[in-house]
Every structure is written in structure tokens, then in C-alpha cells.
């Protein structure tokens, strides 16, 4: 936040009177230094010191959103240089090009193709996240033709990439409700781009041929009274512009308003892998957006797998829900697997329970994400938890039996745990790459 505990304490009317859900002012002064709460919880705040801690509170990388409803993408809002310092907010969001000098049919088809980019992993959905169209024809009216044909058959908001404004003005006219992004406003046309930014509500990326024009346009952008901007340094190598996001990033980190907006990146390697390469190294280094030329399915894999293991918070593991799953349709004699809701343990029990073709249950205990020898060592995964999930998740009432097989690694619960919950305890294998042969030996219905 930037403000220390008794800074914001200063500003709260010292009445403890408890509305904020804290006990005293002084604690909640200090859950809001700490990110733990806001200032807007205490409803007796002044309305200057509403005003003062609200533009204290800002991140020093402003929020934008690009795209409405159900395909906003929301870049920006953030508050470190490295990730374990505290988190990365939003995961860079990654667009592919769609240029408006291709046919109407091609340009439906690539679309889609961008549409299919969809993967799963650990039973989570990760896609690409926009579509940027190319005014590479320079015409005003075959760009607009194109953006429409985009909008209206991309599952993904759209970037509109042009340098003219009468190309950008007529995409708006039939995009404009989508809230694309504008990508195209420089020294020479900054005011008649933001002119159409803010008469059509959408956010602008502003290029500058250097970071020092670049904070300059910035600067001028927000005067004329747009909020929701991007930054484009204008490099395009490698090097250049990691040194330029870095930059970027320690200087919004310091209060530097003129910087302190999210960026925008265009990958321009003409081969397929260093495009990817490229792309990463963008990725890593605090890019909003990514913009690249390709719907293979492969550099796109690796890619949101990077971004994946980047915009995880480092103190919060990847973790399942704990409820009762099915596998392979089991029914009442089929066996109940225990084990926690870590994301990787979970996945690994599942596929290990599939692969054994022996249709099974398996409940995964709320241990806040942890695996199972990290849970128990913890006092996360104990007799007592598995008991209390065994009787709430209603497992009881999918099964005629009363056995339940538990991690080999912790067969030093068995005893306690068959007393607490009055279920007949398995030992199961070590690893659960052992179940296929461990079940067909020792489950017998």
C-alpha cells in the first residue's frame, strides 16, 4: 500500500466502534497496511481521508480492462518485482494475431482456430485470452470489416492494431461494445487517439520510440483524462525490450505515475520456437500482454504452462475441492480412496485409480493445498480430519461398506483412525502408482 500502519491510522475517526469488523482502529489500520482489508470497510471515514488513502492505496501498476463481460481480461494491478516478495496479480494475457489482409473465409477460420486453443491441466482450463487484428492493409474499411468478422466469431476480446485513426474509428464503430483494446497512439496522433479512447470508453496503448517519450506521451494521455492505459516502449528486440519491461516495472514500483500502467509486447521471431522463447522471456519479465503470430497448439501449450507456474501465489498451493469424486462410474462395493486436495496428489491418485480399471471413490481432505506427507507432518491430516470428512462428505451413503484405503506412507494412523471414525482401515501402497495392483490384490467385494 505503501503507507505504514499509524500513517493510516492518522486518518481513522479513533472511535473503535467495531463497524469494520476489527476490534480497535489501530488493528484495522494495520490489516489494511497489510493488504488484509481496505480502507472503504470503515464506514465513518472522512471524506478526505477517503480520498487521501484511496490514491495511497493505488497499485503502483494501474488495473485495465480489456474486453466486457464474460471475455474481460483484467492486466495490471501490480504491487512487486518478484513474486515471492508478496504475488503477481493477473497472468499475462496472450494474444494472436489475425491480419485484416486475409479473406473473410480465412479470417473466420483462423479465428476458430484461436477459439480451440483450450487446454487442461490439473483439471483446470487455460486458454489463450485475446485476438488482436492487424490493420496490415492499410484501408480504414477492409480493418473494420475484419474486427467485425472477429468480434463476432472470437470467444476472446479483441486488440485492434492500427497507427491510423480513421482505420481505428471505424473498427470502433462496430467493436466498440466489446471494449477492445487500442493499440496504435504515438507522438504523432496521441490526441486524436485518446479522443477516440475516450469517446468510445475503451483502453489505449500508447507506443513511444524510447522510455523517455514513452512516460512523455503517458503523461500527456492521462492530462487529456484516459485512465486505462497501456504502455508500449516500442522495442521489438529481445534484449531491448527486457530491459525496457524491467524498467518499466522498478519505475512504477517507485511512484513514478507516468509508468505506472501495464505493458504491452509483440513477439516478431520469424521462427516458431525462438518466437516462443521470446515470448516467454516476456512472459517472466511483467509483460500485461503478449502479442504473437501463431495457432499451433504446441507453442501455445508452453507457453500458458510457463504463465501457469509464474502467476500461481507462491504462499497458496494449487488445490482441489473437497467433496467425494467419481472415477470410471463406481457404485456401492467399489473401494474409497483417501488422500489430500493438493492439485498434483489429487491428479496423480485419479489417474493411478483409472489406470487400475477398477472403478473407485476418492476424497481428497481439505489439507489447504498440501501433499500428503507435508499435511501430516503439519497436523493438517490427521485421524480426526479424515474422520470429520469421512461423515460430512456423504460417502457413507454411496457405498454398503465400510472400508476406506488410506496413503501407505501413513499407515501410523490406521489404528487411531478406524477408532474415530468406525470405518475398517486399508494400508494402501506408498505410491500411487502401486494402486492397479494393490486393489486387485487386496480389495475383494
Known sequence: MG???????????????????????????????????????CPHLSEAARDFLGSASAPPVMPVKIGAGSKQVEIGNESVLFRHDKRFENPTAIAVTVCDTLSNGEIAARVERINGLVFERVGQVYKVDLVAVVNSSGNPGRFAEAAKIAAERAEFALILVSEDPAAIEAALDCTADGRPLVCGANAANYQAMTGLAG??????????ANLEELA???????????????????????????????????QALKKFRPLGYPTITFVDHEDSLQAVL???VYVAKYAGVVVLDTVEPADLLALITLR????????????VESKVYEILNPGKDSPVYITTNFSLTYYSVAADVEASRVPGYILPVDTDGTSVLTAWSAGKFTPEKIAEALNSSGIAEKVSHRRVIIPGALGVLSGRLQEVSGWEVLVGPRESSGIPSFIKQQWKT
Do not use: H, W
Open 308 to 319: 501457469l507456474n509464474l502467476y500461481t501465489d507462491p504462499q497458496k498451493p494449487p488445490a
Open 278 to 280: 521470446q515470448a516467454g
Open 199 to 208: 469517446r468510445f470508453g475503451v483502453p489505449l496503448a500508447v507506443r513511444g
Open 3 to 41: 503507507l505504514t500502519g499509524l500513517e493510516i491510522f492518522k486518518q481513522l475517526p479513533k472511535t473503535n466502534c467495531r463497524d469494520c469488523g476489527q476490534t480497535t482502529c489501530l488493528a484495522f489500520a494495520m490489516a489494511v497496511a497489510t493488504g488484509k482489508a481496505v480502507p472503504d470497510r
Open 216 to 250: 512523455s506521451l503517458a503523461e500527456k494521455v492521462a492530462a487529456l483524462g484516459l485512465r486505462q492505459i497501456v504502455l508500449d516502449s516500442g522495442a521489438r528486440e529481445t534484449a531491448k525490450v527486457l530491459a525496457d519491461q524491467t524498467q518499466i516495472r522498478r
